[in-house]
């Protein structure tokens, strides 16, 4: 490959790709600029009161963007069939990780719940697992009537392990997530009905169990029915979200503007960095991000309707539900439509994991879009050099 390949801006191949694959790498590198203006602002205060400087947070994010970058354009330059060959190594070691993130003194216990690795690079294994849940969810239900019971049964084994590992970090909202990503490409796999309903009943009885167990969980979902019942304990975080986006109005206070992030509304930077963006942006901003949102998962659709590879086509799927609607899940906690829950908002908030998974994601979707589109010219060429 390339060296001058891994930077995208000196990627001169670009010129060559299907437009929808080219629309999709612009929209990529738009949604990602957008984050990182939106990163700073909301980070600024919070940076410069814990570490005497406002850019401690930008400056490291910068530098996952740096490698997050590099695995982007490794991606959509390498055959989907050598990425797909090697996902399962990926989704064994993240799961490994996963559990061992539970064993005391090895995971970091931040507000209840060990996600992170101890060490200089703090690994979050349920964050990384994503794009390649979508790769080997795609596999196994891509040729899912090619395969034996034993391989059936191993592979979704694994992804209940996967469930389950993430659930007893704890982990509601990813364990939601993945669980939903895994189900929608079963789905669009044609699936029988009667396999989905079971699983789909089994998921919901799984979260109903643990918010029932976890005392914290069952009151985050109470004050999400009525934060104002408790507006200074559980509904707080609901309540300073619903005050900054209310703040916004139309227009928004404008850019760096925001009151709420100044030590008013909690994890601003992360869980809650949708508020800050629609408190300083307004509604026609966030009617913009929707629409960004909107074109994101319509390219997508796209570009699984154009491929022929049943697998390649699935991947095209898991990914945009993946992208999509964690952002609408994301978006949802923080203006009160859904349970509050701990969701970064892909390319916004503040994390390497979340920035790895995500622009690894959006290069398998652009992979994608660049073989559907070889798959056809390449055949045409060839039928030329015969005629000549």
Same mark, same amino acid.
Request: no cysteine; aromatic share 16%; net charge neutral.
């Given at each position: 490959m390339n060296l001058r390949r891994l930077i995208p801006l000196f990627d001169n191949s670009?010129?060559?790709?299907?437009?929808?694959?080219?629309?999709?790498?612009?929209?990529? &590198? $738009?949604? *990602?600029?957008?984050?990182? %203006?939106?990163?700073?602002?909301?980070?600024?205060?919070?940076?410069? =009161?814990? #570490?005497?400087?406002?850019?401690?947070?930008?400056?490291?994010?910068?530098?996952?963007? &740096? $490698?997050? *970058?590099?695995?982007?354009? %490794?991606?959509?330059?390498?055959?989907?069939?050598?990425?797909?060959? =090697?996902? #399962?190594?990926?989704?064994?070691?993240?799961?490994?990780?996963?559990?061992?993130?539970?064993?005391?003194?090895?995971?970091?216990?931040?507000?209840?719940?060990?996600?992170?690795?101890?060490?200089?690079?703090?690994?979050?294994?349920?964050?990384?697992?994503?794009?390649?849940?979508?790769?080997?969810?795609?596999?196994?239900?891509?040729?899912?009537?090619?395969?034996?019971?034993?391989?059936?049964?191993?592979?979704?084994g694994v992804f209940g392990l996967v469930i389950l590992g993430i659930l007893a970090q704890p982990n509601l909202s990813t364990t939601a997530l993945c669980g939903m990503t895994i189900w929608l490409i079963a789905l669009a796999a044609g699936l029988p009905y009667k396999y989905l309903g079971g699983t789909a009943v089994g998921g919901v009885l799984l979260a109903l169990l643990s918010i029932s167990i976890k005392e914290y969980q069952r009151k985050r979902v109470m004050s999400f029915l009525n934060p104002w019942a408790d507006p200074?304990?559980?509904?707080?975080?609901?309540?300073?979200?619903?005050?900054?986006?209310?703040?916004?109005?139309?227009?928004?206070?404008?850019?760096?503007?925001?009151?709420?992030?100044?030590?008013?509304?909690?994890?601003?930077?992360?869980?809650?960095?949708?508020?800050?963006?629609?408190?300083?942006f307004g509604f026609v901003g966030s009617m913009v991000l929707l629409l960004m949102l909107a074109i994101f998962a319509t390219l997508g659709l796209i570009v699984a309707l154009k491929t022929t590879h049943p697998i390649h086509r699935l991947v095209a799927i898991g990914v945009t539900i993946l992208m999509v609607g964690q952002s609408l899940l994301h978006i949802g906690v923080a203006t009160g439509a859904l349970p509050t829950t701990g969701l970064p908002l892909p390319m916004f908030s503040y994390g390497g994991n979340s920035m790895i998974a995500s622009l690894i994601a959006a290069g398998l979707l652009i992979r994608v879009a660049r073989e559907s589109s070889e798959a056809e010219v390449i055949p045409l060429q060839r039928r030329r050099g015969n005629r000549l």
């Open positions: 670009v010129s060559e790709w299907a437009l929808e694959a080219r629309l999709l790498r612009w929209l990529t &590198l $738009v949604w *990602l600029f957008i984050g990182l %203006i939106m990163l700073f602002s909301a980070s600024y205060p919070v940076a410069d =009161v814990n #570490h005497d400087d406002g850019l401690y947070y930008f400056k490291r994010q910068l530098l996952w963007v &740096l $490698v997050a *970058l590099i695995l982007f354009n %490794i991606i959509v330059n390498l055959p989907l069939h050598r990425i797909l060959g =090697v996902s #399962h190594w990926f989704v064994f070691l993240l799961l490994v990780l996963i559990f061992v993130t539970m064993i005391p003194g090895v995971g970091k216990n931040e507000l209840g719940a060990a996600r992170r690795l101890v060490g200089p690079i703090p690994l979050q294994p349920s964050e990384l697992i994503k794009p390649f849940l979508v790769l080997q969810s795609a596999r196994l239900f891509g040729q899912w009537d090619k395969l034996s019971w034993s391989i059936r049964f191993a592979w979704l200074t304990g559980d509904g707080y975080q609901l309540v300073q979200s619903l005050l900054a986006i209310g703040s916004g109005r139309t227009w928004g206070a404008g850019f760096g503007l925001s009151q709420q992030k100044q030590f008013y509304l909690p994890i601003q930077d992360t869980d809650f960095i949708f508020a800050v963006f629609a408190e300083e």
